[in-house]
């Protein structure tokens, strides 16, 4: 049974007991969301609604996976935030859960990527050439996402642990209309997911990438845990 850690601003943890069926899981992992999320967390991790379709959609993961959610990790005198991070046999991996909803486009080679509700893509287009909306766009958020693997893969050699540490970006609007080019191949090394794609599972705990050993994911649990509860 997969154990999911909700730590929140005061560091809570919910664990989700073995004798539970999947179905009943599913359920508590809505139910646990909806209750845990206030307004300030909300705001920092978008929103209580995208983070339950994240949780419900990582809760087909098998049972060796470990679920984490609003995690502060310091490293030296820095400390940066992360929405959810999943530990499984194949890797540690940052999953970075937005809420974006309408239409999103733009090229993975640029700062900002643009959402535009209730345009066309044609439309879009056009308003990204006048630039007459900067509050209408979003730093890209593959651009930023190398920073955190990069900052918890240093905090996790810090505790002797050597673990593979990847990250992607998750669009958990279903209704979200993805038109992304990647010119440069960035998508390689931080892929993008719509909240359906089944792909998404098998990149965070593929069964042909067993890298890590149950001792080493009890380390990361272990310092994970400790970190947030310090």
């Known amino acids: ?46 929103n209580g609604q995208s983070m339950q379709n994240a949780l419900t959609v990582l809760s087909e993961l098998s049972d060796e996976c470990h679920i984490f959610t609003n995690l502060n990790i310091t490293t030296n005198t820095e400390t940066c935030k992360y929405g959810m991070v999943v530990v499984s046999p194949s890797s540690v991996t940052v999953v970075d859960v937005r809420s974006n909803s309408g239409l999103l486009f733009g090229d993975l080679s640029e700062q900002n990527l643009y959402p535009w509700e ?32 990069h900052k918890l893969a240093h905090y996790l050699k810090e505790q002797r642990i050597p673990a593979l540490v990847q990250g992607c970006v998750l669009f958990a609007d279903e209704k979200l209309q993805l038109h ?30 067993s ?20």
């Not at 664990?15 to 139910?31: H, P």
């Not at 209730?118 to 920073?147: F, I």
Request: proline share 5%.
């Open 1 to 46: 049974m997969i154990l999911i850690g909700f730590l929140l601003v005061r560091y809570s943890c919910i664990a989700i007991g073995d004798n539970w069926g999947r179905k009943q899981k599913k359920d508590e992992i809505k139910d646990s969301v909806i209750q845990s999320l206030d307004k300030d967390v909300a705001r920092d991790y978008d």
């Open 118 to 149: 209730h345009q066309t893509p044609k439309t879009h287009k056009e308003k990204k050439k006048e630039k007459n909306a900067p509050e209408n766009k979003m730093p890209n958020p593959v651009k930023a996402m190398g920073a955190q693997v």
């Open 180 to 209: 992304v080019t990647d010119h440069n191949g960035l998508g390689k090394n931080c892929p993008l997911f719509l909240i359906n794609d089944p792909a998404l599972l098998d990149y965070v705990h593929s069964a042909a990438r």
């Open 211 to 230: 890298a890590l050993s149950p001792t080493m994911i009890q380390q990361i649990v272990a310092a994970l845990k400790e970190e947030n509860h310090g």
